[in-house]
């Protein structure tokens, strides 16, 4: 994860590739079962 091009955005690359990343879905990110961030996909490539 990395800071996006506009501020209060990240860019999150994947290690593998994932299906059906689609914009307006939700990004959820966890620490062991705490949820520690979330936001919208924006785009997806």
Do not use: K
Request: charged letters at 15%.
């Amino acid at each position: 994860m990395e800071l996006g091009d506009e501020m209060g955005t990240v860019r999150v690359n994947c290690a593998e590739p994932q299906l059906s990343v689609t914009p307006g879905q939700t990004a959820v990110f966890y620490q062991g079962e705490v949820v520690v961030g979330a936001g919208t996909i924006s785009s997806a490539f």
